[in-house]
Each structure stands twice: as structure tokens, then as C-alpha cells.
């Protein structure tokens, strides 16, 4: 049994072969895979994209999710393993994941890490917990990746610089060596990693020249994620390096994708790390940057700061996907429902 909990565990053959059915799907294809089946939505955190391209996307497909909140409307959960249950969980995970295998075919869960100790957050314990404990296919709507977001942008990429066969296949090596920018940008607080870390496994997936682009080393991303893509890098050609020169890095780039995320160091002690950021503010994508690029196209997983992160004028520029990405997380997630219901 497989779950789709990161694209690591993927090859670019099995990445693409989704990516082919959800360009299918997107074309019209009207396959009901989840007739009479059901889907388990947890959601630990808030949500707009994903909580309506998954029901929706489950809907489409003949199918029924059934959206849970746990510690809201479903009981608060437990995830260390032999705790004593004296505090407010009511239930543990291990009795969940059994439970709702029993009712559903496929469990789908969003779970942010906890913002206080990278070295306890980079276990992903909620999602890993669920996955060894359920008897069905477990997919990640978002924790420190954020994988269905990884396949709607590569979608999207592919859309705009590969040509596709009459069945939705896209001819891929037109994406070798196009000059790909992940810039971080600037937040009022420090966010979650999982868009960034997502960046850079799908970019390298497709031999893409990758740049990351960051105010300083403390915003370097966590070292397993940056192995992952030198390792793709080894097997699918391209490039990978780290810059804090914003011209530099904007100059001739075919793709910029932007996302703010907190420095790792400072985990549990974000009063110290806003002095930094706060001298960062001009990490702001705006049209004098885009200026630099080769007639580069921008993105962003949404939602986005306008005016803090992007300006308006970049948001509502004909070079802006954000939008066509968003949409693109339905098909991309209906693929990978029908993948992994069909196992």
C-alpha cells in the first residue's frame, strides 16, 4: 500500500504519470474512481484551497469526504506512544487511524508542525503516526511538505513550457535547465517551511537550474530537504545553489516562486528572530525585480500579503500563475485520489 505523503517517495515517472491524468482530468475527463467510496478529511489548521479542492475533487469523483476537526468536532488526539493520557487528548492515534480505516478508504491530513523545536517538528509525527497505524492510503494535505501543492505547480509549469500529446502527456525536457528562483520573502511572522521544502524537491525532480534565494544562512532550509534535491540533481540533471544577491538571482530567471518561511534556529524563540526579518522587508517581489528575469513567470501557493510579499502590480501582472496553480490543485488531488484508490 502507498501513501502519498511526500514526493520523495515518488520516482518522476510515477510523479508524471500523475501529472498526465490530472491534465486529463482538467480536459474533461469525468471518471467517477471514488463511486461509493469515502474520504476522511482531518484538518489541524485552517484551510480555503485545500478544503475545497478535496471535497470538491471527492464529489467529482462519485465519492464522499467526510471533514473532521479534530479538537474541535472530533476529540483531541494523542500521538506520543506510551503516554499517560492525563492531559486534554481523549483519544490516541492509534485507535483513530483504526477507526476511520474502518469507515473510509483514504485519510487526507493537514497538520502544521508546532513552531516550538525543529528537531521534534521534522518528525512529522501527526501524518506519520496516522500512516503507520491506518490500514488505508494516507495523503498529505499539508504538514512540513506540501506535496499536492508541488504537483499544481509543476502543472503549471508544464503548462506554460511544455508541448502535450493528444492524451495530456507533457514532453518534460523542455523544462532541463530553465532557471528556476525560490526567493524568500518577508512575513509579519514566521511560517512553515512545507511550500519551500516542496519547492525544492519538485523543481529537482524535473532538471530544473534551482537558485534559493534568502536573506542569510539562518534561512537556509533544513539540510534533508536540500540533500533530496542535490540527490535528484544527480539523477535528473540540472543545478542547485544558495544566494543572498537579489539581483543576481532574479537576473534571467524563467520561474520565481515566492514564500516566507522562519529561520530553523530560531524555533521557540521568534521574538529574536523578527529582529531579523525585519531587516528584510525589501525581499519583496515587485515589477523592478520581475524586470530582471527572462520574461520569468511568478508564482505563489496563496494566500499572499499583497503589498508585503508581492505587489500589486506583480499579482495582477499577465506573468502571474498563482491563480491557474490554485486551480490546478483539484485535478492534481484527483489524481492522486484515483492513484491511490486503485492500489
Known amino acids: 500500500m502507498k501513501h502519498f505523503i511526500s514526493t520523495a517517495d515518488w520516482n518522476q515517472t510515477e510523479l508524471q504519470a500523475l501529472l498526465n491524468l490530472a491534465t486529463q482530468f482538467k480536459q474533461g475527463l469525468n471518471e467517477k474512481t471514488l463511486k461509493g467510496k469515502s474520504v476522511a478529511l482531518l484538518f489541524f489548521n485552517p484551510s480555503l484551497r485545500t478544503r475545497t479542492s478535496f471535497e470538491l475533487g471527492t464529489w467529482q469523483l462519485g465519492g464522499h469526504a467526510i471533514v473532521l476537526e479534530p479538537g474541535k468536532s472530533s476529540w483531541p488526539l494523542e500521538f506520543e506512544f506510551g503516554s499517560t493520557m492525563d492531559s486534554i487528548a481523549e483519544e490516541h492515534v492509534i485507535e483513530a487511524a483504526r477507526v476511520l480505516s474502518r469507515y473510509c478508504d483514504l485519510i ?182 520581475m524586470a530582471k528575469t527572462n520574461n520569468g513567470l511568478f508564482s505563489h501557493c496563496l494566500p499572499l500579503r499583497r503589498n508585503i510579499k508581492a505587489t500589486d502590480a506583480v499579482m495582477d501582472s499577465d506573468y502571474c500563475i498563482a491563480i491557474d496553480e490554485a486551480e490546478n490543485r483539484l485535478h492534481v488531488q484527483k489524481a492522486i485520489m484515483t492513484r491511490l484508490i486503485s492500489q
Not at 122 to 150: G, L, W, Y
Not at 200 to 221: H, Q, R, V, W
Open 108 to 289: 487526507c491530513i493537514r497538520a502544521f508542525p508546532e513552531f516550538e523545536c525543529w528537531q521534534d517538528d521534522r518528525q512529522d509525527k501527526v501524518i506519520n503516526s496516522f500512516a503507520r497505524h491506518a490500514t488505508v492510503p494516507v495523503v498529505n494535505m499539508e504538514t512540513i511538505t506540501h506535496p499536492c501543492q508541488e504537483l499544481a505547480h509543476m502543472q503549471t509549469i508544464q503548462e506554460k513550457f511544455c508541448q502535450f500529446s493528444s492524451k495530456g502527456a507533457a514532453d518534460i525536457q523542455s523544462l532541463k535547465n530553465k532557471k528556476y528562483v525560490l526567493t524568500w520573502t518577508y512575513h509579519p511572522k514566521a511560517l512553515n517551511t512545507a511550500v519551500a521544502n516542496s519547492s525544492l524537491l519538485i523543481a529537482s525532480k524535473f532538471g530544473m537550474d534551482i537558485t534559493l534565494l534568502c536573506p542569510t544562512n539562518e534561512y537556509l532550509l533544513d539540510e534533508r530537504f536540500i540533500a533530496h534535491a542535490k540527490n535528484n540533481i544527480k539523477q535528473y540533471g540540472g543545478s542547485f545553489q544558495v544566494s543572498h544577491d537579489i539581483d543576481e538571482s532574479y537576473e534571467n530567471a524563467d520561474i520565481v516562486y515566492a514564500k516566507s518561511w522562519g529561520a530553523l534556529p530560531y524555533f521557540g524563540n521568534w521574538d529574536e528572530e523578527k529582529k531579523i526579518r525585519d531587516q528584510y522587508k525589501h525581499f519583496i517581489v515587485n515589477e523592478e525585480k
